[in-house]
């Protein structure tokens, strides 16, 4: 059974850094694109950032280009996400998510169904 256990939310104030970690079990994890998508109130889920199976691949959304930067540590089975200047808007529940079938790329990632973790809230304070 695949698990994602998502980690390091928190409450902070606007400018500020956090670090998000994901823990992923149940499935080869080196041989899986991953990536993080997010969900604010009253809005859809929406994708964050992806990375290709050894890293040298990445992609993100155009609101966090430059600010968020994605990475994994296939020794371990964990994925990051490290968030730079935040801002109020990036306030909202952060998902760690798998792809239900092997994918490699970035590209095909994008195009995945996923399989998610429980999330993890990020406030943002102005």
């Known amino acids: 059974q695949v698990q994602l256990v998502e980690s390091g939310g928190g409450l902070v104030q606007a400018g500020a850094s956090l670090r998000l970690s994901c823990a992923v079990s149940?499935?080869?994890?080196?041989?899986?694109?991953m990536g993080w998508f997010r969900q604010a109130p009253g809005k859809e889920r929406e994708f964050v950032a992806a990375?290709?199976?050894?890293?040298?691949?990445?992609d993100y959304a155009d609101s966090v280009q430059g600010r968020f930067t994605i990475s994994r540590d296939n020794a371990k089975n964990m994925v990051y996400l490290f968030m730079n200047s935040l801002q109020p808007e990036d306030t909202a529940v952060y998902y760690c998510?798998?792809?239900?079938?092997?994918?490699?790329?970035?590209?095909?990632?994008?195009?995945?169904?996923?399989?998610w973790g429980q999330g993890t809230q990020v406030t943002v304070s102005s």
């Open positions: 998510a798998a792809p239900s079938a092997r994918v490699v790329s970035t590209h095909d990632y994008r195009r995945s169904k996923y399989r």
């Open positions: 149940g499935l080869t994890f080196s041989a899986y694109a």
């Open positions: 990375i290709s199976i050894r890293g040298g691949d990445t």
